[in-house]
């Protein structure tokens, strides 16, 4: 009897020391040779300052795999007590079906938060009032053409004030010097970057500048999105933008990593990590003196105003599921470091969204970066909602059908309206 009741208090003590460890364990899900390697000395940190232990899981890149993957494993519930979101789209849909755990309480009380950008704190309030994620890292993004290309064919590189001077840009550099003049992302193949990368860069100066209205509902019959598609139809119908390549596999390889710095693509939307990593020092293409000769428009509004697109870049959230959420939250907050963000602005290109990164030594010998960072206050943005990631694969779906000129503008809106509401339901769209 004696050996029966220490045999069970033995098996009491293993279960106890058992959920210990894992209380003591958190896992981190990374995706990506370059975000895991930003994150090491932070895992350290987080190790040494707890006490736990942190498992980094790696998922499946590119983001279109890690997504689905994260989002298979958030629905399983099996998923990481912490994990990286890839697009900005996906994080309303995930609070909306309860993936993601609040931290409003604990983001505003972090020593960081008065130290970041206005436009990253609110980027990171969900449409229910609450904050879910640490916005610690924004993606930049405007234009970026060959200075030196248009400089030698006696085109202007001022500033285009409007969309028809952009148009009007690109055919002139066409026809002077026989290459594309610029390039929106574009088609299935291109995934979420269709939305995050072209779409909305000209969506905010259109009639249309926001997808959500005040009941939460997604507007996406207005006149601004129709005028969007109608700027991609000139562009594919005049030839002013490689297309044959965005139908393909990969198709940010041909007109981003070739055509661009062989001048045969002379403009195109990108963020800050391409001084660095498509065209810069990190490249297997470098373009020489690449600050000199590739310079930077803001994102000219349909009549007027100009633009500079702000993104959280892959924002980290907390499991809901997660077996220590409290401990999870402080890990969170460790990951919205300086030490962190310059860490991954190093080795992804994106910019710190904490203002006070500036005064880094590290930081400042991204010396690419630097006035990029300087910008982000004057960032602007879409204001998020439930639906976003179906309305980002249904610009992909609609650009598709323009790239094939299969339809015109008015059609590719309707292929996106269409989309969405037999994705969402009809209720969803206003």
């Known amino acids: 009897m004696k050996k029966m009741v220490l045999g069970g208090l033995c098996a009491v003590l293993l279960s106890a020391v058992s959920t210990l460890a894992q209380a003591e364990t958190i896992r981190i899900a990374n995706h990506g040779q370059a975000g895991i390697d930003a994150m090491k000395s932070t895992v350290e940190r987080i190790e040494k300052k707890y006490g736990v232990t942190v498992e980094v899981i790696e998922y499946p890149a590119p983001d279109k795999d890690y997504l689905t993957k994260l989002l298979t494993e958030l629905g399983a519930g099996n998923a990481p007590d912490l994990f990286s979101i890839p697009t900005t789209a996906a994080v309303a849909d995930m609070v909306e079906a ?11 009380a972090w020593d960081g938060y008065a130290n970041l950008y206005d436009v990253a704190k609110e980027l990171a309030v969900s449409p229910d009032g609450e904050t879910y994620v640490m916005p610690f890292m924004l993606g930049i993004q405007e234009i970026y053409y060959r200075k ?9 590189t001022e500033q285009p004030k409007t969309w028809r001077e952009l148009l ?6 066409k026809q ?8 929106f992302p574009a088609g299935v193949s291109w995934g979420s970057g269709a939305f995050d990368e072209g779409f909305q860069h000209l969506l905010v100066g259109s009639k249309t500048p926001q997808l959500v209205d005040a009941d939460g509902k997604l507007d996406l019959n207005g006149e601004g999105i129709k005028d969007v598609f109608n700027v991609y139809k000139e562009l594919i119908d005049k030839d002013l933008m490689p297309t044959q390549p965005l139908l393909g596999p990969e198709p940010w390889v041909v007109p981003k990593y070739q055509m661009f710095p062989a001048g045969k693509l002379v403009a195109t939307t990108c963020g800050s990590w391409c001084y660095i990593f498509d065209w810069g020092r990190e490249s297997k293409n470098p373009i020489p003196d690449v600050t000199k000769v590739v310079g930077t428009w803001t994102v000219p509004g349909q009549s007027s105003g100009q633009y500079v697109l702000a993104n959280l870049a892959a924002p980290w959230a907390v499991n809901s599921k997660s077996a220590n959420t409290e401990l999870a939250i402080k890990a969170l907050m460790e990951i919205g470091s300086i030490e962190t963000q310059v860490s991954y602005a190093a080795r992804i290109g994106n910019i710190p969204a904490s203002k006070d990164a500036a005064d880094n030594a590290e930081f400042q010998k991204l010396t690419e970066l630097v006035p990029i960072h300087a910008a982000a206050g004057n960032g602007v943005f879409l204001k998020q909602a439930s639906g976003f990631g179906t309305v980002s694969e249904g610009v992909a779906r609609a650009t598709e059908a323009l790239l094939r000129k299969e339809t015109d503008a008015a059609g590719a809106q309707k292929i996106l309206v269409d989309y969405v509401k037999e994705t969402l339901g009809d209720d969803m769209v206003k």
């Open 148 to 156: 030196d290309v248009l400089e030698k064919a006696g085109i202007s």
């Open 98 to 108: 309860g993936y993601l755990a609040p931290v409003t309480k604990e983001f505003k």
């Open 176 to 183: 002077k010097t026989g290459a594309y003049g610029l390039l």
């Open 168 to 173: 009007d840009r690109a055919a002139e550099i």
